[in-house]
């Protein structure tokens, strides 16, 4: 069990800035999953699904397909998201949405609750993860009906 | 031993394609894209290039010189000169693009004020003088003193920025070809440049090009001039060297 300094010292940091304000949640890593809700309650699929569909909010649909939108539009730089709730478990999938690169520091695929180690980060984005705790569950809910 | 050195040293670096796999932007476009750009008749870009050439004849300035009074005929003075910017500027000791040193002409020899960045009058002109290259193999100077800034372009090339934390290479080198939505990536040769580009709805610059990809992995683009991004645009003209020039060009 390791708990990740660096989420819980940036909470603390960020409270003094009103937009910064937790705009990280604290989570614990177990093996290659993140096991409890960052929110501490489960997500809501169909808000899930709104977002995956936003491409230039949540992004994923950038570089993965899913079983949710027209093919044209969507990624081929990563695996498709169909199927992706019989491969993986929801605590894995919450950690690769998380931060994909606590398994692979080469990856593509942005950290998204993490704010750390990024150079030149635009001004309106400075501060913020690229999802927050409770757009990441919505997302986990919908990925785990996702069974092919 | 000596022969498997020599191969290792020859390969190209992490998914760069090989000079021979090299490919312009255009060959990744739709059909009907590649047309726009193909027939002078339907390339929007070409209503820049010919404001270009009435300006290159327009006097100008407090001494009222024309480009052509000092360049006589484009099509031979010009011809061939875009392939090789930027090239080392004397009077800055730092590279310069194509813009940048129409701007010094204007500033240093016409002498009137500089153009702005990105300014229909910019852009014609450069696009003007780019096209007397049309056709033309890129041929970056072999100039020394150019050496620390390509390096220089080729480290912000490889350095992963933004709040998606993504480098220039890790699209245009190891995935080209594949989609970003519903964009193909291409390999990011500036071999068009100025080009109208349909999102733009009007001419661009190969700066505000890179500045697009910054801000589209939510980075802090670099102003227009910025040093950084002629070290940016002296790389890829360095690693696009060979291929030919096709300005004007269109885009999606």
Same mark, same amino acid.
């Given at each position: 069990?390791?708990?990740?300094?660096?989420?819980?010292?940036?909470?603390?940091?960020?409270?003094?800035?009103?937009?910064?304000?937790?705009?990280?949640?604290?989570?614990?890593?177990?093996?290659?999953?993140?096991?409890?809700?960052?929110?501490?309650?489960?997500?809501?699929?169909?808000?899930?699904?709104?977002?995956?569909?936003?491409?230039?909010?949540?992004?994923?649909?950038? *570089?993965?397909?899913?079983?949710?939108?027209?093919?044209?539009?969507?990624?081929?730089?990563?695996?498709?998201?169909?199927?992706?709730?019989?491969?993986?478990?929801?605590?894995?999938?919450?950690?690769?949405?998380?931060?994909?690169?606590?398994?692979?520091?080469?990856?593509?695929?942005?950290?998204?609750?993490?704010?750390?180690?990024? %150079?030149?980060?635009?001004?309106?984005?400075?501060?913020?993860?690229?999802?927050?705790?409770?757009?990441?569950?919505?997302?986990?809910?919908?990925?785990?009906?996702?069974?092919? | 031993?000596?022969?498997?050195?020599?191969?290792?040293?020859?390969?190209?670096?992490?998914?760069?394609?090989?000079?021979?796999?090299?490919?312009? !932007?255009?060959?990744?476009?739709?059909?009907?894209?590649?047309?726009?750009?193909?027939?002078?008749?339907?390339?929007?870009?070409?209503?820049?290039?010919?404001?270009?050439?009435?300006?290159?004849?327009?006097? %100008?300035?407090?001494?009222?010189?024309?480009?052509?009074? *000092?360049?006589?005929?484009?099509?031979?003075?010009?011809? !061939?000169?875009?392939?090789?910017?930027?090239?080392? =500027?004397?009077?800055?000791?730092?590279?310069?693009?194509?813009?940048?040193?129409?701007?010094?002409?204007?500033?240093?020899?016409?002498?009137?004020?500089?153009? =702005?960045?990105?300014?229909?009058?910019?852009?014609?002109?450069?696009?003007?003088?780019?096209?007397?290259?049309?056709?033309?193999?890129?041929?970056?100077?072999?100039?020394?003193?150019?050496?620390?800034?390509?390096?220089?372009? !080729?480290?912000?090339?490889?350095?992963?920025?933004?709040?998606?934390?993504?480098?220039?290479?890790?699209?245009?080198?190891?995935?080209?070809?594949?989609?970003?939505?519903?964009?193909?990536?291409?390999?990011?040769?500036?071999?068009?440049?100025?080009?109208?580009?349909? %999102?733009?709805?009007?001419?661009?610059?190969?700066?505000?090009?890179?500045?697009?990809?910054?801000?589209?992995?939510? =980075?802090?683009?670099?102003?227009?001039?910025?040093?950084?991004?002629?070290?940016? %645009?002296?790389?890829?003209?360095?690693?696009?060297? !060979?291929?030919?020039?096709?300005?004007?060009?269109?885009?999606?």
């Amino acid at each position: 069990m390791r708990k990740r300094p660096f989420a819980t010292l940036a909470l603390i940091v960020g409270m003094g800035q009103a937009q910064a304000d937790d705009a990280l949640a604290p989570f614990e890593v177990v093996g290659d999953a993140i096991a409890r809700p960052l929110t501490g309650a489960a997500g809501d699929a169909g808000r899930g699904e709104r977002l995956l569909l936003d491409r230039r909010r949540s992004l994923c649909l950038l *570089c993965h397909s899913g079983p949710v939108a027209e093919p044209h539009a969507q990624g081929t730089l990563a695996p498709g998201l169909g199927g992706v709730g019989s491969r993986l478990s929801q605590g894995q999938i919450r950690l690769r949405i998380v931060d994909m690169k606590r398994l692979d520091p080469a990856t593509i695929m942005p950290s998204n609750h993490r704010i750390d180690g990024l %150079e030149r980060v635009a001004a309106p984005y400075r501060g913020q993860p690229v999802l927050t705790a409770g757009e990441i569950e919505d997302i986990v809910a919908l990925l785990v009906t996702l069974k092919e | 031993m000596a022969f498997v050195l020599a191969l290792v040293l020859a390969l190209p670096c992490a998914g760069e394609a090989a000079a021979a796999d090299r490919r312009s !932007g255009s060959d990744f476009m739709a059909p009907e894209t590649r047309a726009m750009q193909a027939d002078d008749m339907s390339n929007p870009a070409m209503l820049w290039v010919a404001d270009g050439e009435q300006s290159w004849h327009r006097p %100008e300035g407090a001494a009222g010189r024309a480009c052509a009074t *000092c360049h006589g005929d484009a099509t031979r003075s010009m011809r !061939g000169v875009a392939a090789r910017y930027p090239a080392f =500027a004397e009077a800055t000791g730092r590279p310069v693009d194509l813009s940048g040193r129409i701007n010094l002409c204007r500033r240093t020899h016409q002498p009137a004020p500089p153009f =702005a960045s990105e300014s229909r009058e910019l852009l014609a002109l450069t696009a003007y003088v780019a096209y007397q290259s049309r056709g033309m193999p890129i041929a970056p100077p072999q100039d020394p003193r150019l050496d620390p800034f390509r390096a220089n372009g !080729g480290a912000l090339y490889e350095r992963r920025i933004g709040q998606l934390d993504l480098s220039c290479a890790a699209c245009h080198d190891a995935r080209w070809g594949q989609q970003l939505g519903g964009s193909v990536i291409p390999q990011a040769h500036p071999t068009a440049y100025p080009l109208y580009r349909l %999102e733009w709805q009007s001419v661009g610059s190969l700066q505000r090009r890179l500045r697009n990809c910054m801000v589209g992995v939510r =980075a802090e683009p670099y102003a227009f001039g910025a040093p950084e991004l002629v070290d940016l %645009e002296l790389f890829l003209m360095g690693r696009a060297g !060979g291929m030919a020039l096709e300005t004007p060009g269109v885009r999606p």
